[in-house]
């Protein structure tokens, strides 16, 4: 890269530069206008130079700090307990060689003092393992980070208000991470979170209502059209049937007939439809599999949305469906 020394107004002389015109190794970088040239014959040697630096100004050492980006993103609400830096505890060199007594025994002074810095009292502490449960959770069910930051904050709000003592958290962290999931609407059921705990999901299910109740948490109402795309996928649908499930779903909606059903249910009935009308025809039992519902839910929910909705089309797929029952 050209070296550039001995600013000329708002402009920089380059050193080391040679103009290819004529010679003259007078060049200068104009930085408003991203530009070499050269000043003797006027020569535009290079333009359009990126610019690496920062686009604001800071003028005391609080205003850079507070511009600047740089570093992990830290979670809302979580603080001191996010950062996880740790020194190892291998008493050994970077290249080679074990250390002496004396150096081992500074080391497990400074890591002694490393912990209390970072973990000032009970709160911080309860913090670090439940993170540690959540990103054990989190990963298993692959769900994304926005869920994990979501259930994160949502954790520490149960946590600053009292609501985790004397409670399991494996228990609590389970209920905030169904919380994050139904908040940003991503369909997975308590079930399966409570598969991936020690707790059972009796317990999940009463932090679940606690966490509603004492920390204000607001969740929308289930959408039974969000299942649509999970239960498809091990079933191998195309998005032309996904789109008719969707379709047949909203049509259920605005009839009045999922009032207080299960939006699992109700789109495992949608899906059969769908496939019905696409002719890429599933069973009743697949899709119940896939949805994780019993086949009698979705031969009920596929009756009730037959018999109101007027779909036709369907031939005599169903009926041999219904023989086979």
Known sequence: MEDRDEELGSRIKVKNAVCPVCG???IIFDPERGETICADCGTVISDK???SGQEWRAFTKEERDQRSRVGEPTIPGIGAAQLSTTIDTKDIYN?????????RIELQRIRKWQVRS???????????????????????LGLPTSIRNEAAVIYNRAATSGMVRGRSIESVIAAAIYAACRKLRNPVSLDEISSYTQASRKDVARCYRLLLRENSVSVPVPDAVDYVAKIASPLHLSAE??????????KAQESGITAGKDPAGLAAAGIYIASLLT??????KEIAMAAQVTEVTVRNRYKEMLSRLNITGLGDEEEGEEKTQ
Do not use: F, P
Request: glycine share 8%; no cysteine.
């Open 95 to 103: 290249l080679g060689g074990k250390m002496g007594v004396k150096k």
């Open 24 to 26: 003259s190794t007078n």
């Open 279 to 284: 002719k890429t025809r599933r069973t009743q």
């Open 241 to 250: 049937t996904q789109k008719k499930a969707a379709e047949v779903i909203k």
């Open 118 to 140: 970072r973990l000032q009292g009970s709160h911080d502490r309860n913090l670090i393992q439940a993170l540690n449960e959540l990103d054990r959770i989190v990963s298993q």
């Open 49 to 51: 130079a990126m610019d």
